[in-house]
């Protein structure tokens, strides 16, 4: 997996890719860090205004700019692959565009001008929560119904076919954003054609809490039931599964898609990463919020997070993961595994640190990995 280039100058490593993007929170990159000015208790749900805050303030020019700044950061720190979950799809009021992909196709255009392959997973968004309307902050999230949502999809497959590059694929934005049925006819739409199939799952206990009182199970309960669990279904975030559920992902050979960085940022709390690993599911990471771009210390919560759950120290043993160290599964886990979730068959090019970084100083050349993984971050690639 590591080599050296032949002149010995540079480690040589498969690229990274970050399977779970939302480009356009970058813009609020320091503006939710402050506690409100009257006492509350801050955690995502009050995040989320800061958060509709600068979604309602984008255009077509700025949703580009913004987007080419989050690519950028993410090409300079070895990120070569960013599946983008996009969900601001029209006007302010909710008034959908002349053409209605207008915004998708400029975050598309961004991550190709920033020298990024793009998985673009166009969101479905309806209410903000079973039997309720949308919140003014949404609007320009929704669609009243899912044929809109899928002929967006078409659109975009159509306008990108002939580029390499990217991918289109379909999601769901959560339990709390569609319905039960939306669920189902996007997941047929995408095993049709087999596209990625991407959707925020157990993030929040509130989010279950709905989803019990509305449906009677619990999220990968009832996505099980309506027959979406796949192998290319990816659970973002996944923060809060029984171990039932992730029994059930991983008899689907599903994905989880944990995003450390942005998930210690809102609180959300800590995946059980050993009961996903032991049930055999497959894992990634995703930036989400660009709170912060280090693409290495994402992949290294795989493992740390487990640690502080646990207690203990190498959660990961070769035993769980054949003969892979655990810096060489967590590497897999951030470049191959995460491009596969994207819906890209063949790997990205790779990429080079210097070998004299003052980082890998002292690191035999057979702990290379382990040096990067464990003690490194992604400025190593600056």
Not at 194 to 216: D, K, N, Y
Request: proline share 6%.
């Amino acid at each position: 997996m590591v080599t050296l280039s032949p002149d010995g100058r540079f480690v040589v490593l498969p690229a990274l890719a970050t399977a779970h993007s939302h480009a356009f929170q970058r813009a609020m990159r320091g503006a939710a860090q402050r506690p409100a000015a009257v006492a509350q208790r801050e955690d995502f749900w009050s995040w989320r205004g800061a958060m509709y805050r600068a979604a309602t303030s984008l255009d077509p020019t700025s949703i580009e700019r913004v987007s080419r700044i989050a690519f950028r950061e993410l090409h300079a720190a070895g990120v070569r692959t960013v599946g983008e979950f996009h969900y601001v799809h029209h006007q302010p009021d909710g008034t959908p565009y002349d053409d209605r992909t207008l915004l998708a196709d400029a975050v598309v255009r961004a991550a190709r001008a920033e020298g990024l392959r793009v998985s673009l997973l166009r969101v479905a968004y309806h209410r903000a929560g079973p039997g309720r309307e949308a919140e003014p902050g949404q609007r320009r999230f929704c669609d009243p119904d899912v044929e809109h949502v899928l002929r967006d999809v078409e659109t975009l497959r159509a306008r990108w076919k002939d580029d390499p590059e990217v991918r289109v694929g379909v999601a769901p934005h959560s339990v709390r954003a569609v319905p039960p049925a939306w669920i189902r006819e996007l997941a047929d739409y995408a095993a049709t054609h087999s596209l990625p199939f991407h959707m925020h799952v157990a993030e929040q206990p509130r989010e279950i809490e709905e989803c019990v009182e509305e449906t009677g199970r619990r999220p990968i309960e009832l996505l099980d039931e309506l027959g979406v669990l796949s192998d290319r279904f990816v659970a973002v975030h996944a923060t809060h599964l029984s171990t039932h559920e992730a029994v059930l992902l991983g008899r689907a050979r599903g994905w989880a898609c944990v995003c450390p960085t942005t998930e210690a940022d809102l609180g959300d709390g800590l995946p059980d990463l050993l009961a996903l690993r032991r049930a055999g599911a497959r894992l990634c990471t995703g930036i989400d919020s660009h709170v912060l771009t280090d693409v290495v210390a994402d992949l290294r919560g795989l493992e740390t997070l487990a640690r502080l759950r646990t207690m203990s120290r190498v959660t990961f043993t070769p035993a769980e993961g054949g003969e892979r160290t655990p810096a060489e599964q967590l590497w897999r886990e951030g470049s191959r595994e995460a491009e596969v979730a994207c819906g890209f068959t063949t790997a990205a090019p790779v990429v080079m640190i210097p070998r004299d970084h003052p980082t890998l100083a002292l690191v035999e050349d057979e702990l290379l990995l382990d040096a990067i993984v464990f003690g490194g971050s992604s400025a190593l690639f600056a």
